[in-house]
Structures are given as C-alpha cells and as structure tokens.
C-alpha cells in the first residue's frame, strides 16, 4: 500500500471510529477535523525521525547548531494547506475529495487562522521557521498558547470594534498537549540577598509559581523528511482549583488563583494603556524566556553533560525586544540553578544570544518601569541591575568622562529597564531587516554600542515563505513558471530568477494577464461572498494592505482618493480605467488616531457608493479582518502594491515582497526593502516618490512646515479641508488638525502633506504605465523573478551565515 492510499484510509477510519461519520454523510467541518488529524499525526512521526536523526549528527560531530527561535508571535495562518503541500499529497487529496463531492478548498476554508500573532513580526516568524524545516536545521520555535488571538475586526459604522478571536475550537487540533514535560516560573515575592566570606547568597520568601505546560505545533519543511517544533507555553496554577475555599463557601477565591495564572496566556497582547495591562505583558514575557531557557538548558544537558560548550552547540535568537528577558534569565538559571561564575555564564549567554531589532519608533523599543520589573521579578532585577553596572563600566573603558554615551546605552535609566539595550548589551550580534534599516541602527539609535562593538552590527534583509506565497497561494501562476523554467525553484529559491528570461515573450506574458485576472475575479467573488460588495475585476487593483498605523501613512493614501473624488464630482464623464482601492488593516485596540482613519476610508467608501456614476469608476474597499489566509487570496489578486511609509521609519515590510512575488508593480518611498526591490528589479519597474531618508531628517531639523505645504497646493488644501467637511454625514476635523496644527512637537509627524504632490505624480506614471499592457506585464514578470532575493530560504542562509555561523544538517 503506498502512502497516500494508506493515508486515506486512514482518514476515512477515523471519521467512522471516532466522529461515527462516513465521507457521504460528514460535514466540512468534521472532514476538515478528520484530515487535520490524521496529518497532523504524519507530521508527528515525521518529526520524531528527524528529532533522532538531528541529535545522533549531534552526538557524533558536534558540528551544527541548534537554533531556537524565540518570538511573542508565531502567526502561522492556516495549517492544513501547508502540511498537504509539503508532504506532497494536496493533488491527490484535492482529487479524492472531488470524487466524494466536496472541494478541497471548502474543506480548507473551516480550519480558522491561528491566533498566534498580530502582523508582520510573527509572520516573519512563521516564515523563517518553515525555511528552516525547508532548510533542514535544527530549529526549534518558542512562544505563548494565547486562548484568543489578537481579536476579530468587525468594523461598524466605519468604527473598528474588537471582538474575542476564539481560535482554539478549530485550530486546536495542531497542538499537541505535552503535560508530561513542564516547567516552573517564579514571580513576586520577597527578595533579600547578602555577602558573607563564603560570597554572595539570597532568599526568596512567597514567591508565585506558575506551570508552564507546552503545546507543540509541527511545520514541515517542503521537499525533505524534516519537521520544526513550535513550543507554546500555556499558564496555569500547578496547585489547580482551590477545593479548600470552594468547600468554605468561597467560591470566587477558589477560582482566583488558577485565573490569575491562566490569564498569561489568555490573550495576546492585552492592553498596554492601564497599569493592569502592562504588568500582563511583563508577565507573558518573563514566563516565555524562562519556560523557553529552561528548556534549552535541560536538553542541552541530556545531550552533552557540561555547560562548557552551551554557546558553541546553541543559538538563541530573539524576535524584537520581547524575549530580552532571556539574558538575565539564562544568567539566573547558570548561576543559581548551576553554581556558574558570572564570567563564566555570560561569556555563554553573549555567545549563544542574538537580536534582531524590527524598528526604530522610540515607543516600539520597550521600556519597563524598574519598580514593575523589581517586584515582578526580584531575582532577574538584581541581575539586570548587575548587567547594567558592568557595563557602565566597559563603556566608560571605551569612552572615559562621556556621561551622555554611558547614560544612554545603559540598561536601567530615569527609572525604566530598556529593553532594547539589554539586548543589544547581551547578544554577540544585532541584525536589522533591511540594507536602510541596518545602517540607520549603526548611524542612529544604536550609534553608541556600534562604536564601541561594530563587529557586533549586521544586516539580514527579511524575506517570506515563498512556497506558501506562490506555490500555494497562486498555483496557476506557479505552474507557468513550471511549464518555463521547471519546478526546481520550489525548493532552490535562487532558481526563481530563471524566469526572468520570459519578460519578453508575449505568449507567457499573454498567461500571465490572464492568471491575474482570474484571481482578481476569483477574490472579487470571495468579497461579494463574505461582505456582499461587489467589485469590478477588470478595475485596477491598487492595495494596501498592513497594520494601521501613522508611519505606514494609510491617511497619505486616502488624501489622494479624496482628490480623486473630487475630480470625479468636477467632471463626472472624465474617461478614465474603473480603480479599486482595497484596504486590509488592524488598528491596536487603544489606537484612537488609527482607528478614526479606518473610518475615515470607509465613510469615502460609503460617500462615493451614493453617487452611481462616480462609483463605477472610484470604489474603495476596507476589507474586514485581515487575516493570512485572507492575505492568501489577496496578494494574487494585486496589480499595484502600496508601500508608502516615511523614509527611515519602516525596518523592511514583507507586505511588499508577497505582492511582487505575485506580479505587482510596487509604489512607494525609498524605505525598508523597497530600496533592495529597486535595486533587484532596476528603477523602470518600481515607481517611486518621496523625500529620501536624508532629506526627511533635513526637513526635520530645518523645522518642517506642514501649514506651508497645505497653503500652496490647492490640490491638497482641497482634500485637507474636506476632511473638515467630512464624508456621509461624518466629519473628520481632528485628522485635519493632526495635519495642520501641531500636537506634540510636529504637525503632519509623518510627513503626509511634503509627499503628497510627488506621490500623485508617480500614481500618474504607474497608471499611464498600466494601459500600456506590453510594458506591464514585462514589469510583472521582472519582479516575479526578482522576488528570488526576497526568499526566507535567502535569509536564513544569511542568518546561519553571518549570525548563527552553523549550517543544516
């Protein structure tokens, strides 16, 4: 019996033995549960050989690293789809379920998205984590089993309203519950510590003790037999339910305990505008590190048996600032847990740690209030207080009287733990996630440690799990590139650029209009579907589609939809090709600004939809709930990508990158990876506009004038002021103050107004160049092949390269 027969025939005995069903009479929720199943126990087995083989390499040749990945998001979408693609059963499952009446892609439509993350961050981490199964090493993921994801976006009334993202129920099926192998974490209590002649000693009276029980998710590498691990941490109270207050009367203190445990691992990110809510994410951050550090260390030592080799057999990288913890952590766990010197367990904790930093907005780069930190977790706030006065010392080695420099890259400063320092301080190396990015961290916010470390400094632009971008998410474009170039580039991302050859040959060209219009027809349907709007899909696709936030300068956008309105009212008959707007944001709940300009586009929307005639050639869609698997349908269906943040402000995007490996032609400032996209595909086919990073921080410091701006431009002024005015009976006076009048120290902060002219002239060009059909799709297959450099494969090979200096196994 060959595996695919033998796998289902197991599906179909599960659905008899244990949903007490037959395929003709299942639902597509108990088929979904079924399949979900018995892949996830393939993968299961699969992992087991790969544990076994990965560590009896380790044993023999001490060659290659294991890399543990820690991130507070994994957001990993939906699993079935990618399971069935890379155990290469999807053809002959899809075919299977065709023969019993049911699509494959209604079966895949009932597993919900995991509610394991937010936005880029955590896709990346997704990303990364199914290149290094593709990749072969020796990978393990850490973060937190949230109950609820971020939350589910209704939007009413054009108002954004958060509601519970239950993922559990549907989604639970990948996790498997590992009871059997917990760990414990310390919080609170009362802390003293001393010196004596025989050295240092401390106590720890009453302290909180939380169970960490992992969940192990499974990601399948594609073309191979290895598996990844994702560990998920879930919170509760090893003591369980309180029997002795329940049989007391009292009922609500029985359950209070175990909910205050539970709590870290209820939802992810709860909110940080309270007290209540910042002490959470503390928590659901300290409790991450030290499950995870615990871990670590355990397996390292049933391996090896001494911690002399820690930082030589592992890497430890953080995701952002989140898991900074980790160093102080892994120092207790060394020196308290092991008896190690200080010496001799930070030499392995800088030897095994690195950063990745993901943005430079000062309130990104987390700072803990030192009374918070210290009575959260005493032990590690001594620690971090010793780390923070070693290194005051270093640096005034480096840089003898200079106050300031020391002052700043300290860890404890004007009463906070700044979290990015402490990174930065413990890692024996610090990436960011774009060329720009990078050379901003050495020439800006981390100016001072470059100095005095430059070697510690390097640059891994960011890339995506292609197979899951193209392969699976557009398979008739990927079967194009088959038929050109073969089905090599599915797992040799370098090979994608093959394809680049064909830009001119009309009949691949002539193929790839149509694909694109069949997914654009195809997503137009899924809208009508879930939200009942009807898009016209021989309209240009113009998306952006990316958290909301002022940097990413979504309003920039709407104020040129506004101008394009109001041309449209001076002259309703103007000929011009029917344009789609779609907009795919999540505003952080507390994120007033934010969420007024999600309003804002959807009370355009709602304005233009009243008059008929203008509809039919303006319409602007806010597309409820992004989600990956959302996303999934998405970025096919582009033709014009939206990238348009402030010059210095965004890391890198990967937004931009699943739009140009589906054909889009890029928009946008030189900021983050659109200067690589530039630079792979050549300045004729991205379209650019915006001050450079330079001349932003030239306006800045010259004193920027946004009012001026507004004044001699009556295009903009026009647009400005009908915000004032509003759109459907809703004004918008507060998002013109924001432009106009200073709040803070700036008015317009993020430059909305300086780019605006030059943004229209570019849109002018990137439409002119899209009724020239020979023209744009030469572009759409230069950047489908040109997307090569933006691999994950490509940035985990630069990771175990420059960072990690190990390889796959």
Known sequence: MDKNTQLINEFTDYLEESLHTSIEEASPQQIYKAAARIVN???????????????????????????????????????????????????????????????????????????????????????????????????????????????????????????????????????????DDPFFVTFYGRYNEWWDETGFHFSLDEPQVVEAIPYDMYVPGAGNDAVEKLRLWRAIDPEGFDMESFNSGDFTRAAQKNNRAEAITKVLYPPDNIEEGKELRLKQQYFMVSASCQNIIRDHLQIHGTLDNFHLQNVIHINDTHPALCIPELMRIFMDEHGCSWDYAWERVVGSVSYTNHTILAEALEKWKTSQVQALMPRVFSIISEIDRRFRDYMYDKFPGDDGKVDYTAVLGNGQVRMANMAVIGSHKVNGVSALHSQILKDDLFHDYFLAQPDKFTNVTNGIAYRRWLCQANPELAALIDECIGTGYRTDDRRLEDFFRYREDAAVCQRLEQIKRDNKARFADKVKKASGVAIDPDSIFIVQAKRLHEYKRQLLNALRIISRYQMLLDNPDMEMRPETYLFAAKAAPSYFLAKRVIQLICKISQEIEQNPKIASKLKVVFLENYSVSMAESLMPATEISEQISLAGKEASGTGNMKMMINGAVTIGTLDGANVEIREAVGPDSIFIFGKRENEVRKALQEGYNAYEIYENDPVLKRAVDRLGDGFAGKDFHELKAYLLKPSYSIADPYMCLLDFADYLRAHDEIQAAYEDRKRWNTMSVENIAKAARFAADRSIRDYADRIWNTGNI
């Open 41 to 179: 126990s393939k993968l299961q087995e699969r992992y087991k050989e790969f544990w076994k083989k990965k560590n009896r390499i380790e044993k023999e040749t001490h060659g290659k690293k294991k890399i543990y990945y820690i991130s507070m998001e994994f957001l990993m979408g939906q699993s079935l789809k990618n399971a069935l693609y890379c155990l290469g059963v999807m053809d002959e499952v899809r075919a299977f379920f065709k023969s019993k009446g049911f699509e494959l892609e209604d079966i895949l439509e009932c597993e919900p998205d995991a509610g394991l993350g937010n936005g880029g961050l955590g896709r990346l981490a997704a990303c990364y984590l199914s290149a290094m199964a593709t990749g072969s090493y020796d990978a393990t993921g850490f973060s937190l089993r949230y109950e609820y994801g971020l939350f589910k976006q209704k939007i009413e009334d054009g108002w954004q309203v958060e509601l519970p993202d239950n993922w559990i129920p549907g989604g639970g099926v990948w996790l498997n519950k590992r009871d």
